[in-house]
């Protein structure tokens, strides 16, 4: 497992939402022609890899996540040969691509699921799941049954997302097949792994009721990624992340994935996904510890995150994005990526985008949110629904980038945002904090530099050294190389060190307060210090 670790530990992986990241021909929708205008940002920035949401082919009802030719790429993002020029001129800048894999269920418009529900006999009706009657009452994650009626063949087709993404029937070894051709097919292009989307769906057991994680998951993932040709990729699931069923997927020699996403973290301080629940900072970094710890145990790669499409801004969530936005944000930037493993930056996130409120729902286009809000209309209050949409919509963080202080789109495009831009864009945009004192931007240079060059950080071991509460402290160390990392939470602390060897010497490489001092022990709200001992 080591082996196959050491090809990955030195990833940073930027996660692009294109249609939201930069529109190269002002018709208000982002584009891979976009992305490759933004690589010289990017590597400035730091980063090695860049994952892009589903560039596919679709009828956008789930914007991209219901695929309807996975061999083509969305007119409105551009041509596969802008792909080609994106990936060639992403490796020639020394950054890999990885893809959206989605393959738990396509379109409805897709050539296979139009063929299918035409009629029993058709080929391909078995590449989808159909009953006479529904065979549970399984709840869609978009809201609804699961199941939706077909008058043509009188029968009914599974679909655990949206009714327009109809699950495909992994049990049909032709449907396998086709699925492992998409991901040659993209490979031979130049990919070099796969994000992937909802993976654990893709086995159903309907005598035990699941939805997921059925009993043959395991043999499909080696049939996508086991092979030869598939083994060298980079592999990241979105599915069950306990800790028994990442040791199945990730452990050694499994020959499934590289990695999944570990989610405890994200669920925190919410009662449900639109309603906030009381939580401690040191709920986070007891989250953190536990999974350090579970990974070095059985040697598994972890994924370093906190935002992504489909979960509103972590800092406004679980931080502070007023008062201290910027000393909250360099402070978990801090906290996750210096720790072990591989650190995921979402769009924006690197100079402190933050939640948007907005009081009318036609200002929202995400179909979970939307769904959300005419199923309750008439259960709760408006203005309940609304702050809820606001506090848990996908939609915060899938809003346009805004990389200028101009007022409009902030140089997002010359046209219309195809959605309305993040609510606090005068505020909060890249050319502004550039220009700040208090740059963001700024801090995450100099810490993506100190991890690219720290073996300690990169590849060294992770202990818990906290001694008190609001505040995590931690050391990595590799081959006499000693780093300490000290995060204070919401206020003013005194935070106990961990004692230094005599004669040792502490220098510190990164502060997101400008007048630190290695020896203080009183640390500021939201303080991060980086210490070598030497």
């Not at 892009?52 to 083509?72: E, H, M, V």
């Not at 408006?382 to 101009?406: F, Q």
């Amino acid at each position: 497992m080591q082996e196959k670790q050491d090809d990955f530990q030195d990833l940073i992986v930027y996660q692009i939402y294109p249609r939201s990241f930069y529109d190269s021909n002002g018709d208000g929708i982002g584009d891979l022609n976009g992305i490759r205008q933004k690589i010289t940002y990017l590597k400035e920035l730091g980063v090695n890899a860049v994952w892009i949401c589903p560039c596919y082919k679709s009828p956008n009802y789930d914007n991209g996540y219901d695929i309807s030719d996975y061999r083509d790429i969305m007119d409105e993002f551009g041509t596969l040969d802008d792909w080609k020029k994106l990936a060639e001129e992403l490796h020639a800048n020394g950054m890999k691509i990885i893809m959206d894999l989605v393959v738990n269920h396509t379109s409805s418009e897709h050539f296979w699921f139009r063929q299918a529900r035409s009629s029993k006999d058709n080929p391909y009706h078995d590449y989808y799941i159909w009953a006479d009657k529904p065979l549970t009452n399984w709840t869609a994650c978009f809201g609804g049954s699961a199941w939706e009626y077909n008058p043509a063949t009188n029968e009914y087709y599974l679909h655990s997302f949206a009714v327009q993404q109809p699950d495909l029937n992994w049990e049909n070894q032709k449907v396998r097949q086709a699925c492992c051709d998409v991901v040659d097919f993209w490979t031979d292009l130049g990919a070099d792994g796969f994000r992937c989307d909802v993976l654990d769906f893709i086995s159903k057991d309907f005598a035990a009721d699941k939805m997921l994680n059925g009993p043959r998951l395991h043999e499909y993932i080696r049939q996508l990624f086991g092979r030869e040709k598939t083994k060298h990729l980079f592999t990241v699931g979105e599915c069950q992340s306990d800790a028994q069923s990442i040791c199945d997927i990730c452990g050694k020699d499994r020959d499934e994935l590289k990695s999944v996403f570990q989610f405890e973290h994200i669920g925190l301080g919410r009662s449900d996904k639109y309603n906030p629940a009381p939580y401690r900072c040191d709920d986070i970094k007891n989250v953190l510890v536990k999974w350090q710890n579970f990974t070095a145990e059985h040697n598994l790669l972890y994924i370093l995150f906190t935002d992504n499409h489909d979960q509103p801004f972590f800092l406004s969530r679980l931080g502070n994005d007023k008062e201290f936005r910027y000393e909250c944000a360099t402070a978990y930037a801090g906290m996750f990526y210096l720790l072990k493993g591989i650190p995921f930056i979402y769009q924006g996130q690197e100079f402190g985008s933050a939640n948007s409120f907005y009081s009318d729902i036609s200002c929202f286009n995400d179909v979970e949110t939307v769904n959300y809000y005419h199923d309750n209309l008439n259960k709760k209050p408006r203005e309940k629904l609304i702050a809820e949409i606001n506090y848990g919509s996908r939609d915060n963080t899938r809003r346009p980038l805004a990389w200028t202080n101009e007022s409009g789109a902030h140089g997002f495009t010359s046209g219309t945002p195809w959605l309305k831009m993040p609510s606090r864009a005068d505020e909060i945009n890249l050319e502004k904090d550039r220009a700040s004192e208090k740059s963001i931007f700024a801090f995450y240079k100099k810490l993506l530099a100190l991890r690219k060059a720290s073996g300690a950080i990169r590849y060294g071991s992770f202990k818990d050294v906290t001694k008190n509460d609001g505040c995590f402290v931690y050391e990595r160390a590799l081959d006499g190389e000693k780093i300490v990392v000290a995060v204070n939470f919401e206020k003013n602390n005194e935070i106990i060190l961990p004692a230094m060897p005599i004669n040792a010497r502490t220098e510190i490489l990164l502060c997101n307060y400008p007048d630190a001092e290695s020896s203080a022990t009183d640390f500021r709200p939201f303080e991060i210090r980086v210490y070598r001992i030497s």
